[in-house]
């Protein structure tokens, strides 16, 4: 079965760190490109980054840009988002997905979601 | 970026309707529209895919329609499990932006 599951949320102070993991099966994230969406609850979808599925190619939403970076564990087929300097702002659900396009084609349409981990910034 | 405008933000519908929600690009994004259902709980479902093309298993009463800047989603004969929230996005940019939600309730 095709299946992304997140884990690695909780609660952090401001200005603190968290990484979150997303472990997929069923297919290999080198054969995809994977992303990260955020949800704050109750609120809409942002499309946080991406990570190529070979290769080293990375993109961001300027508001998490030099604080967040994506990377992967091809061995592991996971995908990571490194959160640091984390603001109140940055609460919210935050999913992984797959990208539908094969190999290095990148299509922008996620066809296989998470269920999301939540991260809660407070202080 | 460019900046979704989807409608309207709630509607109440009853099983059986015919559901429209309607979804407006701040420029032109060609075919790349896309349309994701949510239910509480769970991550986006992928429904609609480049404005019309319906995504595997996904019910035929589901179509979406579009001229690359005005994008229309359509549910023919609503079913109980349709109850959700329903988000467009365009993937003309990279990443990409999202709709703000219809959401879908029962009158």
């Known amino acids: 079965e095709v299946q992304l599951v997140e884990s690695g949320g909780g609660s952090v102070q401001p200005g603190g760190s968290l990484r979150l993991s997303c472990a997929a099966s069923?297919?290999?994230?080198?054969?995809?490109?994977m992303h990260w969406v955020r949800q704050v609850p109750g609120k809409g979808l942002m499309w946080v980054s991406r990570?190529?599925?070979?290769?080293?190619?990375?993109s961001y939403v300027d508001s998490v840009k030099g604080r967040f970076t994506i990377s992967r564990d091809d061995a592991k087929n996971t995908v990571y988002l490194q959160m640091n300097s984390l603001t109140l702002e940055d609460t919210a659900v935050y999913y992984c997905?797959?990208?539908?396009?094969?190999?290095?084609?990148?299509?922008?349409?996620?066809?296989?979601w998470g269920r999301g981990s939540l991260v809660t910034v407070s202080s | 970026d460019i900046q979704m405008t989807q409608s309207p933000s709630s509607l109440s519908a009853s099983v059986g309707d015919r559901v429209t929600i309607t979804c407006r690009a701040g420029?032109?994004?060609?075919?790349?529209l896309n349309w994701y259902q949510q239910k509480p709980g769970q991550g986006p479902k992928l429904l609609i895919y480049?404005?019309?093309l319906l995504q595997h298993e996904v019910p035929s009463r589901f179509s979406g329609s579009g001229d690359g800047i005005d994008f229309t989603l359509t549910i023919s004969g609503l079913q109980p499990e349709d109850f959700a929230t329903y988000y467009c996005?365009?993937?003309?940019?990279?990443?990409?932006?999202f709709g703000g939600g219809t959401k879908v309730d029962v009158k």
């Open positions: 997905a797959r990208d539908s396009g094969a190999g290095n084609y990148y299509t922008g349409v996620a066809d296989i």
């Open positions: 069923g297919f290999s994230i080198t054969n995809h490109y």
């Open positions: 990570i190529i599925g070979q290769g080293s190619s990375t």
């Open positions: 420029r032109g994004i060609n075919k790349y």
């Open positions: 480049e404005t019309s």
């Open positions: 996005h365009q993937g003309y940019t990279t990443l990409g932006t």
